[in-house]
Every structure is written in C-alpha cells, then in structure tokens.
C-alpha cells in the first residue's frame, strides 16, 4: 500500500522489493562472503546474465544505483576531450542534474522522435566532427547513448538500434545503452529487441534492478571484455561499488532466475494495458502514445485535479496553461486493486 491512502502511479520504484529477493536476502543472512562482487552469489548472477545475452565473455560488473551507472561508465569510456551523443529528451540530458556534465564530459543532445536518437540524426553528427576542418577545437562525439525503454516510454525497434549500431561502428564510437527499466521492455508485445540482440549490437549496456524489482542495483556488461581496463578500479573511484557486493549479486541472482525478471516486467505492462485501455474508453488524451509501463497524459487542469484526489501520478511538463502532461507508471509490484482504484477514479 502506498504512504497514503491514495494508490501511486508516480514510478516503477515506489516499494521496496520483489518477496522473492527478500527471502533469498533473508536465507543468505548469515552466510560468510567475499566484498566488492567478488563472492559465488554474484559470480552465479554473473554467468546467468551471460547466458542470458548469449554473451560467454562478458565482462559484468554490480554498480548501485542508475546515476552512478551512467556517469562511471560514460566517464570511464570517453577521453577528457569528448563528450556523448544523446537524444534531447535522453536521462542524462534532462533528469540526472548534469551529472555527465559535473564529470567533465559534455552532453552532446539531438533532436529526439518519440524519445528517440534517429539513425539519421547520429549518421549527421559523427560526419559533421569528422568533416569539420576545425573539430580540433570542438568536443569530439565519443560515444552514443540510447535508453530502451526511451524516457518517454518509446522502444527502439531491432532495425532502428541495428542501424544506429552500424553507424557507430562505422565511425568508431561505442554504442551505451541505459536499461534502467529493460524488463518493461523486453516484456513488451511491441518489442522485438532481446538481450542477445543489445549485446551483439552494443559496446556496453547495463540490465537495471532498481526499477525492476530490486532493492537497489545496475549489471553493467560490456560484451567484450577488457572494453575498460581497469573498470573495477574505476567503479571504486566514482562511489559506486558496494562493499557488501553480495547484496548486489544475491538480486540479480534471483531476477536471472525462473525467468523472474521478465515476469516483473509482464505484471507491469499488463497493469499498464488495462489502464490504458480504461483511458482511451473515457477519451482521455495521450501526450503521445506508448506501449510499455509508462503512460502519459495530456490534462486539463480540472482533469488533473480531479485524478489526483483519487490517486497519485507524476509531474511531467506543462505544456501550457491548458495543458499539463503527467505520468502514470506501473511496476512489478502495482496491485490489482490499485489498478481498479484508477479506473474507477476516471
């Protein structure tokens, strides 16, 4: 139950975790382990996850938290001199407080489509630099960064992340992508994106737990290893690494385990489909039009007022004085009744 009496639909990380994981936390208690990661909990998470990408020599390492995640590995892959291709409306470009930016590295935003980096769009700035008599005096675009889900809910396609994957390789930039929320998108009908395909396609990417049903923590992988020399070090040095690593790997242990991770992700968006659909039967509008956890609405003021006495849901932007457009977003935990609570409340 939210703090209130009022369900929350604000984010996909309003509990604490999913019970499955807190048993196995509680099971483990008392159980001796090695710090840092470097324990049998975490080496077994570790080899399902790479079974899992169909990736045997990937390099996998246990990070806390979304923001440290992308700061220590953007950071960690670019030389001083550069700096990271995002879409506009990208996390690091709007929500993370200038993050990348506190660490030296330049947040290089273009033009989004439905939350979205084009192949068009990165094909234009890669040549620009390379083509630009004067680039000694610009920040060079070192790396790519998509989320998939998008901020906005959207998915890549297999095509869109395959072309935008060969234009990066064809320049030679790595390829990041943010899966803060992957398990909203790999149990998604509309996605055709897998594990094995981002691992195949990218240079490095992390499997994220915060949002999907763990207490805390990212798996970061980079698919060839060795990608970061040093990353350990590298992870220490930024504040991201857990002593207790163990915690860490026990969870990741658990998600990678029965297919638990991605039946947190189904619950979330059979939640989300049911919503929506009471939505489009009462002829609320959609700020644009998603299929994954997260749902976002373009109110009226008086609209706005009126959910909001019966549940809680997001600020998102005002887009004018008539408009406000806010989010709903379900979990791996939004119960049924909440649900009900929602749909009755239109």
Not at 76 to 83: D, F, K, N, V, W
Not at 218 to 231: K, L, M, S
Request: with cysteine; proline share 4%; aromatic share 8%.
């Amino acid at each position: 139950m939210s703090e209130t009496s009022r369900p929350g639909f604000m984010s996909d990380y309003m509990e604490g975790a999913h019970p499955a994981i807190l048993q196995r936390l509680a099971e483990t208690n008392m159980v001796q382990a090695a710090g840092y990661g470097l324990d049998a909990f975490s080496e077994r998470a570790r080899a399902k996850i790479r079974a899992a990408c169909a990736a045997p020599g990937a390099e996998i390492h246990f990070l806390t938290g979304g923001t440290q995640t992308n700061m220590t590995v953007i950071s960690a892959m670019l030389r001083p001199y550069q700096g990271v291709v995002a879409a506009e409306t990208g996390h690091i470009a709007l929500h993370e407080a200038g993050a990348i930016e506190r660490g030296g590295h330049k947040v290089l935003a273009l033009p989004a489509a439905d939350g979205k980096l084009t192949v068009d769009a990165v094909a234009a700035c890669l040549s620009a630099y390379a083509d630009d008599e004067n680039r000694d005096h610009m920040v060079m675009p070192g790396m790519v960064y998509v989320t998939h889900p998008t901020e906005y809910g959207t998915l890549y396609t297999q095509e869109e992340l395959t072309a935008i994957s060969d234009v990066c390789r064809a320049h030679g930039v790595p390829l990041f992508l943010d899966g803060a929320r992957l398990a909203y998108a790999l149990s998604c009908r509309a996605n055709d994106v897998t594990l094995e395909d981002i691992a195949r396609l990218t240079d490095a990417f992390y499997i994220g737990g915060t949002k999907c049903g763990a207490l805390i923590g990212e798996a970061v992988v980079f698919p060839t290893p060795g990608t970061v020399p040093h990353f350990f070090s590298i992870v220490k040095q930024c504040g991201a690494l857990l002593a207790k690593g163990r915690l860490l790997g026990i969870q990741f242990d658990t998600l990678f385990t029965d297919g638990l991770y991605e039946r947190c992700g189904a619950h979330a968006i059979a939640a989300a489909d049911r919503i929506r659909a009471a939505l489009r039967e009462h002829g609320y509008r959609f700020a644009w039009e998603t299929p994954t956890n997260q749902i976002f609405l373009a109110l009226t003021p008086a609209e706005r007022e009126r959910l909001e006495q019966h549940v809680q849901i997001d600020f998102w932007e005002k887009i004018s004085d008539e408009t406000t457009v806010m989010r709903i977003a379900t979990s791996w935990a939004t119960r049924a009744e909440d649900v009900d609570r929602l749909i009755a409340a239109l």
